[in-house]
């Protein structure tokens, strides 16, 4: 059988029509399957926004009350300097002590604390010239030279304490901090001369400063 060019012609086209009909519906398909995922994945994002903004409220609420301006009463700010020293002097760490308790006789009774800072706090309580709780400052050379004089005299290497049975005589306790070091050393009887050189330095490095007296609700 044998059909004319024409007739095949038209056949091939009516082919290529039903193939571009067909891949046009595929295509259709595809488009809205993909139209119909993203409108649910829009609409699931905004929810999930919508939901992170509600859990978060109650903070934002509270981030604005913590920002807002407080009003302050200014006298509660208005802090006297022995009340701030004695605020000072719980949270600053100690550098170096000196302390002389008493004896049969009329031996200064006192004990004078040194910090980091400089600050120094001394409380005198009998045979003393400055009775009661007073404050003064080193600077930081002296702090230094405390240090120096007690590498010269090697105290972290002595004994902890130097004690006899005999009980009329005061003890002097001294205690340094520094170089990375901790040393407490009780001395009342036998120790050696250069401590006592060393308790009579930290003596005239504290005569050497100006002092001033701490009210009575701070002693």
């Known amino acids: 059988?044998?059909?004319?060019?024409?007739?095949?012609g038209k056949l091939i086209d009516c082919i290529l029509v039903q193939s571009i009909y067909q891949v046009m519906k595929v295509v259709n398909l595809f488009l809205s399957v993909f139209l119909i995922i993203s409108i649910t994945a829009c609409s699931g994002s905004k929810k999930q926004v919508a939901t992170v903004e509600e859990k978060n409220a109650p903070e934002t609420a509270q981030s604005k009350k913590m920002t807002e301006p407080v009003a302050v009463n200014v006298d509660h700010l208005r802090k006297d300097m022995n009340e701030?020293?004695?605020?000072?002097?719980?949270?600053?760490?100690?550098?170096?002590?000196?302390?002389?308790?008493?004896?049969?006789?009329?031996?200064?009774?006192?004990?004078?604390t040194i910090y980091k800072s400089?600050?120094?706090?001394?409380?005198?309580?009998?045979?003393?010239?400055?009775?009661?709780?007073h404050y003064s400052r080193l600077t930081t050379d002296q702090?230094?030279?405390?240090?120096?004089?007690?590498?010269?005299?090697?105290?972290?290497?002595?004994?902890?304490?130097y004690d006899s049975p005999v009980t009329d005589f005061p003890t002097t306790t001294t205690v340094l901090n520094a170089s990375g070091k901790s040393k407490t050393i009780?001395?009342?009887?036998?120790?050696?001369?250069?401590?006592?050189?060393?308790?009579?330095?930290?003596?005239?490095?504290?005569?050497s400063l100006s002092w001033t007296k701490m009210s009575d609700n701070n002693q």
């Open 118 to 133: 400089g600050l120094v706090i001394y409380d005198g309580n009998r045979f003393v010239d400055k009775i009661g709780k």
């Open 1 to 8: 059988m044998y059909f004319s060019t024409q007739v095949v």
């Open 186 to 207: 009780s001395n009342r009887v036998g120790g050696p001369k250069s401590l006592k050189e060393y308790e009579k330095f930290l003596d005239e490095l504290l005569n």
């Open 84 to 112: 701030v020293i004695a605020r000072f002097e719980t949270k600053d760490s100690i550098y170096a002590s000196i302390r002389r308790t008493p004896c049969y006789g009329r031996c200064p009774i006192y004990e004078a």
């Open 143 to 161: 702090l230094n030279e405390i240090v120096a004089k007690a590498n010269e005299i090697e105290y972290f290497q002595m004994e902890d304490k």
